[in-house]
């Protein structure tokens, strides 16, 4: 099956033309039979994009995304979640409640994806067993981050955590999005916002330890 998919940099100008060739639908309607959604964009999505123009198109334009444990991912979201608990002023033990019960609601739904798809009960446990050991990773990592980069109160005001943001920019069809893991404001030297963006890298906790400035 062909199609003349428009997914491509070819003729784009800068980033307003990437963008727009990225969102052109071309006539992928004639074999897909469900509407492109028009997402914002996201900094891992045109990611994508610059790697493989139809990995773009069908995870992002079309939701087709396989399912599946990805360790990283994983890490990553619970990483971000432990420590905008502790943002927000939460003790050790709600965090630990907090974190446990997504992880169980995880297991929940890969038993679930597996039980589908795989039908292997062995390599159903490996899975599961995989996320519990991942899951006492970010944990750790979280904690050791908390221990050696302490907020100070009297330094810094926790203005939001997890914010959301969307913007719209002048030659660019779709409205730019984000979300910053937590807006603090300084109260001594600067005295202003600063913008905290968490990034775990790497299951691996030497390469994680490598990215902490």
């Known amino acids: 099956m062909t199609a003349n998919i428009k997914h491509d940099m070819v003729g784009a100008t800068g980033i307003e033309g990437v963008i727009t060739n990225a969102f052109a639908d071309g006539d992928v309607r004639e074999w897909i039979p469900w509407e492109p959604v028009q997402p914002d964009i996201r900094q891992s999505m045109m990611g994508d994009y610059f790697r493989c123009a139809r990995l773009f198109l069908f995870r992002h334009r079309f939701r087709m995304v396989s399912g599946g ?3 990283a991912p994983f890490i990553g979201t619970l990483f971000h979640d432990a420590h905008a608990a502790r943002y927000m002023g939460l003790d050790d033990v709600a ?3 907090r974190v446990t019960q997504e992880v169980s609601d995880y297991q929940d739904k890969l038993h679930d994806w597996l039980e589908e798809h795989s039908g292997d009960p ?3 446990a490996r899975k599961i067993d995989a996320l519990e050991k991942d899951a006492a990773l970010a944990r750790v990592m979280s904690q050791i981050h908390w221990e050696t980069y302490p ?6 005001n926790v203005v939001s955590v997890e914010r959301e943001l969307t913007i719209k920019l002048d030659g660019i069809p779709q409205p730019i999005g984000g979300r910053l893991d937590a807006l603090l404001y300084h109260k001594k030297d600067l005295k202003g916002l600063v913008i905290v963006d968490h990034k775990t890298t790497s299951s691996s906790p030497k390469n994680w330890i490598r990215s902490i400035p």
């Open 69 to 71: 444990y990805k360790a």
């Open 151 to 156: 907020l100070d109160p009297d330094r810094w």
């Open 122 to 124: 062995v390599m159903a």
């Open 95 to 97: 965090i630990e409640l």
